[in-house]
């Protein structure tokens, strides 16, 4: 049973966002209470036009800010972190019956997302080609590759959202006509910047197993799975030149 301390923070939090309550009556009829809740949606809106700017160039600050207030209400802040804040918004966004006709708008936002926690993850030593070249063939097959903490990625089966994304972050012009068909992304930071580019389902396969902590044997046959026809090597060349990976003890197998 909660205790009337717990109870009273949790009706206050909820009246905060618009969620009335008898137990309230008495805080929220008081003008200085609506000064207080216009602050704090205030704080939640900021935040998440901050985390999500690709979103707002596509739809605007007014249609963006709208959206965020029915989310703000149904999802408030659970992290004074407000940089982490709106981990759930593209599947709010995936459902949202004013961005029935914008598809893409979920996966954008989730991008985003991505960009976001690539930013803010720590630094980790990567691992390069030459280092590679030199684990003992014999044991090859054995070696987990670990994604780095600073890198990301996604497949989005339904909709070039990731061509969408890159042109608004870029800022270049919307080609005239987008094959409408699923996309593939990997973000990763370099010198402190993040970096992006387009992979394919194998690729994503291949990391998502890596981050399972699979060995590479493993890793290539769902990868393969994926892409029947796929170079594994030129995959493995790519997504280790792109930082995709952790350093490796080369001195026996991770």
């Not at 708008?105 to 960009?115: F, I, N, S, Y």
């Not at 497949?155 to 409408?180: F, G, H, K, S």
């Amino acid at each position: 049973m909660k205790t009337s301390l717990t109870r009273f923070q949790d009706a206050f939090v909820d009246a905060l966002y618009g969620t009335e309550s008898s137990l309230m009556d008495s805080l929220t009829t008081q003008p200085g209470f609506t000064v207080y809740r216009n602050t704090v949606l205030k704080g939640s809106t900021d935040a998440l036009l901050a985390n999500f700017p690709t979103v707002e160039r596509l739809v605007g600050t007014d249609w963006l800010r709208s959206a965020i207030a029915i989310y703000a209400r149904l999802s408030p802040p659970t992290d004074a972190r407000l940089l982490h804040y709106g981990s759930d918004f593209p599947r709010f966004l995936d459902e949202f019956e004013h961005a029935r006709e914008m598809p893409y708008l979920g996966g954008v936002a989730r991008l985003d997302l991505l960009w976001t926690q690539v930013h803010c993850a720590v630094d980790e030593s990567g691992l390069e080609l030459n280092e590679l070249s030199q684990f003992p063939e014999t044991e090859l097959g054995n070696l987990q590759l670990k994604p780095r903490a600073s890198a990301r990625w996604i497949w989005l089966p339904d909709c070039p959202a990731y061509t969408i994304w890159r042109v608004n972050r870029e800022q270049l012009e919307m080609p005239e006509e987008l094959e409408w068909q699923g996309e593939g992304a990997l973000l990763t930071r370099k010198a402190g910047r993040v970096h992006w580019q387009a992979v394919s389902v194998a690729d994503c396969a291949f990391l998502d197993a890596c981050a399972k902590q699979l060995p590479l044997d493993l890793a290539a046959d769902k990868a393969i799975e994926a892409e029947p026809d796929l170079n594994l090597e030129n995959l493995i060349i790519c997504l280790v030149s792109a930082d995709a990976f952790a350093a490796v003890d080369l001195g026996r197998p991770s």
